[in-house]
């Protein structure tokens, strides 16, 4: 019932999304075994799972369907992404910390950040570049900035005040934190372009000579 609705080419659209938010939840899980620091969101979701015995994959879930309960008074509206993001991202990103092993090796630690941030920005750019509706995360930041507040205001608050709610819940925040903050949007800006959808539209049929 969804995919006659969705733009061409339907079924590489449905593979890119599922694709990168799958590689989303592998790139939160190798920030949080390189223990040098997880990405914002996931400090909170860490320090929530700390203080409730649930995991950081289900506080995923949890808070990105609260994410969209605050869409409602900001008016945007969820796409078949919004939805798969809330979902997909949490199981995933718990697969792989069952399946990722943990070291105590500070090499190996820094290579599961470095490819942690990497992959995250190869999957920013699969997933929004699917074009089928924005994470929760992302809405509410449009959403913020469509009442007048500018996009970087947005993202500084709503970020500062999770990292802070979650180090003060007990989640890991730390060099890996500050290196994901600083290298996400150029890498992300590189890989949007390469990783976006183009629109297929039908052809205009030529007009024939009476």
């Not at 593979?15 to 223990?35: D, I, K, P, Q």
């Not at 500050?178 to 890498?187: N, Y």
């Not at 372009?193 to 539209?201: A, F, K």
Request: glycine share 14%.
């Amino acid at each position: 019932m969804i995919t006659p609705v969705l733009p061409r080419p339907r079924l590489r659209r449905l593979v890119r999304l599922y694709a990168g938010l799958t590689l989303y939840g592998l790139s939160g899980a190798l920030l949080v075994h390189s223990e040098l620091g997880s990405m914002p969101w996931d400090v909170l979701h860490q320090g929530l799972a700390r203080q409730t015995g649930l995991s950081i994959g289900t506080w995923s879930v949890l808070v990105g369907a609260l994410l969209m309960l605050l869409w409602i008074p900001l008016r945007q509206k969820p796409g078949l992404g919004t939805l798969s993001n809330v979902v997909v991202v949490g199981m995933t990103v718990d697969l792989f910390l069952w399946l990722l092993p943990g070291t105590d090796s500070l090499v190996a630690r820094v290579g599961l950040l470095v490819l942690g941030v990497l992959v995250c920005a190869i999957a920013t750019g699969c997933y929004i570049g699917a074009g089928l509706g924005p994470g929760p995360r992302d809405g509410l930041m449009t959403g913020l900035a469509a009442r007048g507040w500018s996009v970087r205001l947005a993202r500084t608050v709503i970020e500062v005040t999770v990292v802070v709610t979650g180090v003060l819940l007990g989640g890991t925040v730390g060099v890996g934190t500050v290196v994901f903050a600083v290298a996400i949007g150029p890498l992300a800006q590189l890989f949007l372009p390469l990783l976006r959808m183009p629109d297929e539209t039908p052809e205009t049929p030529v007009p024939q000579g009476s």
